[in-house]
C-alpha cells in the first residue's frame, strides 16, 4: 500500500503519557517515562470483523467503533501500566485482568445510563415542568432530549479538563492530531513541522461523537413517534430508553458515514458547517502540546508505518516491547 493511500487510514487516540497510533494492518503505543525513555508496544494489527462487513455502508460503523473502543481501552491499559511502574510501591493499582473487564463493562453501562437514558428523563421532567408533558412526537422532546444530552458530554469534558492528568492526555490528544496532519500533507514527521498544523482534525472521535449526538437526535424523532405515539407517561420514557439503546448502532452506522464524506470534502463550506460542532468541542479534548509531546506521537505514528511498509509484515501476533532512551535513540535507529 503506497504511502498516499495509507495517510487517510492512520487513526490514533491519546492514553496515559503517550499516544497509540493504527494504521491499516499495524497497531503501536508509544509512552513516555518519568526517566524520560520511551517505551514503545507494536504490534500487526488483524481485524476480528470480516473485511466484507468493514466494507459495507452504514454496517461498519458499529463495527469499527466496537473494534476502536477494544483498541483503545487495550493501549490505555498498557499506558497505565507504564505509568504505575514511576510511582512509589503503595501507590500502584492491584487491578486483575477480570477486573480490568468488569471496569471496562461498567464504564459501557454508564455511558448508556448518561448518554441515552438520562437525557430522555430529563426532557420527560423538563416538559412536566411547563405543562402537561411532551409526548414522542413531540419533537421539542427529542430536541430537549438532545440539548441535555450535548449538555453531559461537553460538561463532562470540562470538568476533566480541570483535572491535571486529564489536561496533559488532552495535550497527547492535541500531539496525535498534529503528527497525523504532518504524515496526510506528505512531510517528513518532524516537531518543526508538527508546529504548523492545529490541534483539531476532522476523523477525530470527539467529531464522530458530536456527530452521533446530531444524528440521533434526528432518528429517535423519527422512530419512536411510531413505536410510541400519543404517550407521555414515565413508563413510554421507560420504554423509548430499552428501545433507543439498539438503535445506537445504526445511528453509529450513519453518523460513520456522514462524518467520512465530511473529512474527504473537508474544504466544502457545506463540510465545514457540518463539522463545526465537533471542531468546537475539540478546543475542550485538545490542548496545545509541548515539544516532548508530540515526539511520542512521532515515535508511534513512525513506528506504525515502519511496520506498515515492512515486506513481509511481522510475523510474531505478540506484541513486541521495546524502549529507547531518548527520541534522539530513536530517530537514530529509524534514521530520521
Not at 19 to 41: D, F, G, Y
Request: net charge neutral; aromatic share 6%; glycine share 6%.
Amino acid at each position: 500500500m503506497s504511502e498516499e493511500s495509507t495517510a487517510k487510514k492512520v487513526g490514533g487516540q491519546a492514553v496515559i503519557e503517550g499516544v497509540m497510533m493504527r494504521s491499516p494492518r499495524c497497531l503501536t503505543v508509544a509512552v513516555r517515562r518519568k526517566n524520560q525513555a520511551i517505551v514503545v508496544r507494536e504490534q500487526p494489527w488483524r481485524p476480528v470483523v470480516p473485511a466484507k462487513l468493514l466494507a459495507l455502508p452504514f454496517v461498519r460503523g458499529a463495527l469499527v467503533l466496537v473494534e476502536s473502543m477494544q483498541n483503545g481501552y487495550a493501549a490505555l491499559q498498557f499506558s497505565a501500566s507504564q505509568y504505575e511502574a514511576d510511582l512509589p510501591e503503595d501507590q500502584r493499582s492491584t487491578e486483575s485482568e477480570g477486573s480490568s473487564g468488569a471496569a471496562q463493562r461498567l464504564g459501557m453501562v454508564l455511558s448508556v445510563l448518561l448518554l441515552v437514558a438520562l437525557p430522555k428523563l430529563l426532557a420527560w421532567g423538563a416538559g412536566h415542568l411547563v405543562g402537561p408533558g411532551l409526548s414522542m412526537a413531540d419533537p421539542r422532546f427529542h430536541l430537549l432530549a438532545g440539548f441535555f444530552k450535548m449538555s453531559i458530554v461537553v460538561g463532562m469534558m470540562l470538568l476533566m479538563r480541570r483535572n491535571d492528568e486529564m489536561f496533559r492526555v488532552f495535550q497527547y490528544h492535541g500531539a496525535e492530531h498534529k503528527a497525523i496532519a504532518v504524515h496526510e500533507a506528505g512531510l517528513p514527521l518532524t516537531v518543526e513541522n508538527s508546529k504548523r498544523f492545529t490541534t483539531r482534525h476532522a476523523r477525530c472521535g470527539t467529531t464522530f461523537l458530536m456527530v452521533v449526538v446530531l444524528v440521533s437526535v434526528a432518528v429517535f424523532a423519527l422512530v419512536l413517534p411510531l413505536l410510541l405515539p400519543h404517550s407521555s407517561g414515565l413508563g413510554t420514557v421507560l420504554a423509548s430508553i430499552v428501545i433507543s439503546v439498539p438503535l445506537m448502532f445504526p445511528i453509529a452506522g450513519v453518523a460513520y458515514e456522514l462524518q467520512r464524506l465530511g473529512a474527504r470534502y473537508v474544504d466544502h463550506p457545506i463540510a465545514k458547517l457540518f463539522l463545526a460542532p465537533g471542531y468546537l468541542v475539540q478546543r475542550i479534548t485538545t490542548a496545545e502540546p509541548s515539544d516532548d509531546q508530540v515526539e511520542i506521537a512521532l515515535v508511534a505514528l513512525q513506528q506504525a508505518l515502519a511496520n506498515e511498509a515492512a515486506q513481509p509484515m511481522p510475523a510474531a501476533s505478540e506484541p513486541v516491547v521495546r524502549t529507547f532512551p531518548s527520541f534522539a535513540a530513536f530517530a537514530t535507529e529509524q534514521g530520521i
